[in-house]
């Protein structure tokens, strides 16, 4: 799959909404080409997935993997979870190049959304 990008101004505020869907996989980096302030990210299954797995977010540094870091990581078979939604505890800033990543092997094949909010600075 694809990211779609949406832009919206608030006033002087400039926001970008990202958002890919899929059943397989998913695989998704969120890439920014300004400096940009992570906000918020979620993803929305069909059903609860039934197989341990783990939705991993992270940021992927476009300075190479010795600099990425995990920022999530969560089983939602766990809790029998349809949604997940990660907010970060402290500012987390991407530069350009950097992307934030989303992984989920979905072996149950559920079909799922992922949407990205970002503040462009």
Request: charged share 20%; no cysteine; proline share 4%.
């Amino acid at each position: 799959m694809s990211v779609t990008r949406s832009d919206y101004q608030s006033g002087p505020r400039r926001y970008v909404r990202a958002t890919a869907t899929g059943a397989a996989a998913l695989s998704e980096r969120v890439e920014v080409g300004q400096a940009s302030r992570v906000l918020w990210a979620g993803v929305k299954f069909s059903v609860a997935p039934t197989s341990t797995e783990n939705l991993v977010i992270a940021y992927d540094s476009a300075s190479g993997a010795a600099y990425d870091v995990t920022l999530l990581t969560y089983d939602p078979s766990a809790e029998s979870a349809t949604a997940v939604s990660w907010e970060p505890d402290e500012a987390i800033y991407l530069m350009p190049g950097d992307a934030l990543s989303v992984a989920y092997t979905n072996t149950d094949t559920r079909t799922w959304g992922l949407t990205v909010l970002l503040e462009v600075l």
